[in-house]
C-alpha cells in the first residue's frame, strides 16, 4: 500500500449576541481550521510482496496456458496433414489396384469365353473389382472429410471451399 495524504477543513459561524436587533453584528464569531493528515503503513504483513509473487505467477501460467493451446493446435495440424498425405497415397493405390482388378477381370473374361476359367472366377474378378470401386470411393469420402477437418482448424474454412470440395467430389463419382 502507498502513503495516503488527506487535507480536512471547517467553518463554522457562531451569534452570542441574543438580541432580536440583527443590525448590530457584534456577536458573530467566524472560526476556520485546517488540518493535514499523512498516513503510511509501517508493516503490511507480506501482503505487498505476496500479492506481486501472485499476479507474477498467475502471469506465468497464463503464458504456459497459451503456449500449451498454440502446441497442441500445431500438434492437431502436423497431424490432419500427414493423415491428408495417407489418403491421397491411398487414393491413388487403390486407383492401381482397381486398373488391376480390371486387367483381372478382363482376363477371366477372355477365360470364361474359351473355357478356361469358370463363371465362379469370373464373378470373383467381378465382384474384386467392385469391392476396389467401393473402396476407392470411402477413400476419396475421407479425403474430404480430412481436408475439410484441416480447413476448419486453419480457419480458412469458406462456403466457397466446401462447394468447390463437393464439385470435386460428385464430378469423380
Request: cysteine-free; aromatic content about 6%; overall charge negative.
Amino acid at each position: 500500500r502507498t502513503p495516503v495524504v488527506s487535507i480536512t477543513g471547517s467553518l463554522s459561524r457562531s451569534n452570542y449576541d441574543y438580541s432580536e436587533d440583527v443590525s448590530s453584528g457584534d456577536g458573530n464569531y467566524d472560526n476556520a481550521t485546517v488540518g493535514l493528515a499523512l498516513s503510511m503503513p509501517l508493516y503490511s504483513g507480506g501482503s505487498i510482496n505476496a500479492s506481486i509473487r501472485q499476479a507474477a505467477a498467475e502471469a506465468e501460467s497464463s503464458r504456459e496456458s497459451r503456449d500449451d493451446s498454440l502446441q497442441t493446435i500445431e500438434l492437431n495440424i502436423r497431424s490432419l496433414v500427414l493423415n491428408l498425405q495417407t489418403s491421397v497415397a491411398q487414393v491413388q493405390a487403390q486407383k492401381v489396384l482397381i486398373k488391376s482388378r480390371r486387367s483381372a477381370l478382363e482376363a477371366s473374361k477372355a477365360g470364361y469365353e474359351v473355357g478356361t476359367r469358370n463363371l465362379v472366377e469370373l464373378l470373383d474378378a467381378q465382384s474384386n473389382l467392385f469391392d476396389a470401386i467401393d473402396a476407392l470411393q470411402q477413400y476419396r469420402y475421407n479425403f474430404v472429410l480430412q481436408q475439410l477437418q484441416l480447413l476448419e482448424v486453419t480457419g480458412e474454412l469458406t462456403e466457397d471451399k466446401i462447394k468447390s470440395l463437393d464439385k470435386w467430389l460428385v464430378s469423380r463419382s
